[in-house]
């Protein structure tokens, strides 16, 4: 029990009358007596004078509760009851189970205040009927109505209340299967979608048994996400859900269909006391995962969260609306708004000694102010002192980490693949109209009613072709062909892997080349875009999801093991609604899987990717800010795609005037690719020869009996394989003998892609084919995003100009938003640190917006490399990464010195961190040496000489070398732990010559102030803005992965026996 005493409680701070359940302690134990013991008492009451004995005056106001015995001998009741019972002249009774159950109620316990709720015993309900009749009979007041409470067990009832009281709830419909109601059991079940009564519901949607008993809830997925559904049942040990693979509504019962609500993985439960109290705890959704999460003694972990004046209302008109002064109701909380999704009636708050004795409080007051003067005693309502509240310090800490903003490229994937036709069949002009391809003149197919469509287009065409070779189909055969075998691949359709895109040509499609023996048709015409492939694979999962992990090191109490034991800071904070997180990704699969996976390392939760993809990941409504149209291309792109390949059409040597052409900027990783390839032409041929040469391989597989069937990674097959490679030998070089520069990155996706899945087939030649085709795709790729400085720019602000404006406005609203949702102080037992907030938006993405958001941060004029060394330093070293692979990250961090000026330029500071992702170890010689750099930690601050030198590295202990088999190419981060200062990990840099290969570097990492001589214009003055801050003494450490390595003597947990390294945070 926690503090005696108390306004309204009785004068000596003890129980004035307490009494107990039969069997257990006696009055003199300071237990609570049952009726009979009551009585027993009452009638020896004259006979007991004890001089020491302070006895309770003649007349009390017996409060009764009256329920089944799990509730009435819970421990939140009894924590309440014992406190309501320090109240002078209130004494708490018992109604016996047994006598509830068998007894009229007319041989029921007296008593003056009913606490009285329905619930389901062990073995039998609560008559709640019974109950009505003894109200009615003994008219006592009632703490809860109980007439209500038969609407509070139908779903539909509470529903209709809410919606009669004004109180936002999710758009639904009811299904009702009855048949006296017809009328009211209309649905139409479609793959994405159910109509009920009229009501189109796209998935995700919610299956509610409209009975509130039944907790059966059922979430459905679309098909995009993975399909299936979520199963919610009443916990059962450590599962509140199920994943099921089963997409089809139930189809008997009556439910509620209503609109999924995205919660970001998080419910709030509500509890009132009375129309003025309401205490609210956020708790893990079971939706996510289904496991719940407990403490060490067992119980589900949940934290009190700050309801919002708003919130405060809607409980208020719960409250009164149900005539339930003790009454608890879920509250989601999604797209700025919150709604109300259930109403529970009587529900007490679980393991809150501060609950607890507000609890008591209100409900005795309540009934001394209703019942005191019809027993004239003498009673006024105490005055309560308003909370003060509690202002968070970070005693200790020199910085606060505020702010989190991540820019991350997906995981491993497929190769992507592409297929283009010229369409003019009537057929698809219908499609096209169909789905509204006029309005903007293009369309894509992605769901699989649609993509089933173009299907049964192409096998009707190719029937007719069958029968009549002479009938007027213009499309080739051999494209409508393949356009049918990718269609029908995997037996099943996914938005995720597979879709269509159609664009209206008013004139026909221009011919493309000279070599094209017939002219361009007369007439409109659609050109057909057929991708495929491009799925993430198991390793990129296992990718997103280690990397998730590691990131938790990045936040304060982070160290250490970045597997993750449970106190790990970041999970702290996530867990008691401290961390405001979001996460983005474009429309593709592979995108909105790896942001899945990441969340799932990150938030260390289990079970299947599609309910946390379509609870966590944000990716509709993005306008544009992810995505990138690589159809239609800016005027500066086809000129620098049309120099480009014009520069490597030349069958000589690069000359230094080439080199001026095609790398102006000096790049080094550029400049060491076009020394690797001398002639352009010549280097094509060997490629292509080289290409030749495997698929030739491929064939004698195939015609091998033993290795016909053979599956490869991913389920692939050597058939599909073999399509792959002689599409792209078919593709790269023409019949006029010139080669197709833009197949070049899918030729080394191609071979990028089978030496680290495919390696056991021992294929010759791949690994020199792995090599021509990294030097030419290490040019061609990043030039496409601009070759000279303004080019870089210009694409770059098509690209990701969007995105850009969203990381100004995070950080901008990191110091300027008060109305986050945070940690109620006084209920915080055993948070350090209620009142700190960090928020957390992590955007997924494709190759193309990093290279472009990277250019903005190189070329934008955000700081200047000739008077800044540490910036010229982080500039080379960017310059020397060859390729922004899997899993890149460009990650920004703001901190905040609370001891300093708000208007202190000192106030604020900002880190840029960068990782290129995973890496080859057929590359691990010309890693590109970075030493990383941080200012030096106070402790330190004497052995730095000038602002970019980097600190003594003596000290360091050179890293253990791996053993070949633990070569998982993991960049360790150049951190060693110093020493500690509050919740803050104080950390000094260090690196050793030895371990320099593989060592990771800290771009733009710490000084962000802005040279006095730049002027800001443009989009560079945006960049300017945003990172205009000081340099301060320390900095939160990244994953110290060497210190694990040292520690543990092997190589942590990331994805075993893959030729390629996994990934690594970025440091």
Known sequence: MSETGGEGWGQSGNPTSVFAYEGHQGPEEGGMKNEGEMRKGEEGQGREEDEDYDSPPERQIVVGICSMMKKSKSKPMTQIMERLCKFEYITVVIFPEEVILNEPVDKWPLCDCLVSFHSKGTNERFPLDKAVEYANLRNPLLINDLNMQYYIQDRREVYRILQEEGIDLPRYAVLTRDPDRPEECNLVEGEDHVEVNGEVFPKPFVEKPVCAEDHNVYIYYPTSA???????FRKIGSRSSVYSPESCVRKTGSYIYEEFMPTDGTDVKVYTVGPDYAHAEARKSPALDGKVERDSEGKEIRYPVMLSAMEKLVARKVCLAFKQTVCGFDLLRANGHSFVCDVNGFSFVKNSMKYYDDCAKVLGNMVMRELAPQFHIPWSIPMEAEDIPIVPTTSGTMMELRCVIAIIRHGDRTP?????????HTLFFELFEKYGGYKSGKLKLKKPKQLQEVLDIARLLLAELGQHTDCEIEEKKGKLEQLKTVLEMYGHFSGINRKVQLTYLPNG?????????????????LLLVLKWGGELTPAGRVQAEELGRAFRCM??????????????????????????LKIYASDEGRVQMTAAAFAKGLLALEGELTPILV????????????????????????????????????????????????????????????????????????????????????????????????????????????????????DFRNKSGRYDISKIPDIYDCVKYDTQHNSTLGLEDTLELFRLSRALADIVIPQEYGINKPEKMDIAQAYCLPLMKKIQLDLQRTHEDEAVNKLHPLYSRGVMSPGRHVRTRLYFTSESHVHSLLSIFRYGGLLDEVKDQQWKQAMDYLSAVSELNYMTQIVIMLYEDNNKDPGSEERFHVELHFSPGVKSCEDEENVPLGFGFRPASAENQEKQTNQGSLEDLSQDEPDRALPLSELVSIRRSPMIRNRKTGSMEVLSETTSGSSSKGASYRLFPSCSRQSPEIKPTGLGSLCSGLFSASVLGVSSSAPNLRDYVRTHHRKPPLSPGLPFGDDQPAP
């Open 226 to 232: 993975g399909g299936g559904s979520q199963r919610l």
């Open 509 to 525: 499609q221009p011919k493309a080349s000279s070599e094209e023996e017939e002219g361009p048709k007369e007439g409109p015409s």
């Open 615 to 730: 609870q966590m990941v944000k990716s509709a409504n993005m306008n544009g800010m992810l995505d990138s149209d690589s159809e239609s291309l800016t005027d500066c792109q086809q000129r620098v795609k049309a120099r480009l390949h014009e520069i490597m059409q030349k069958d000589q040597d690069f000359t230094e005037d080439d080199y001026q052409k095609l790398a102006p900027t000096g790049s080094p990783s550029l400049v060491n690719s076009m020394k690797i390839i001398g002639n352009p032409v010549r280097t094509c041929d060997q490629v292509y020869a080289l290409i030749q040469r495997l698929t030739s391989q491929i064939r004698k597989r195939l015609e091998d009996p033993k290795s016909a069937d053979l599956q490869l990674y991913h389920s692939e097959t050597l058939e599909l394989m073999l399509q792959r490679w002689s599409k792209l030998e078919r």
């Open 555 to 580: 936040y304060p109490g982070g160290q250490g093991d970045y597997a993750g034991f449970p106190g790990c800071g970041l999970l702290r904070l996530h867990s008691t609604y401290r961390h405001d």
């Open 416 to 424: 992507k693949q592409k297929m283009k036709m010229e369409v003019r």
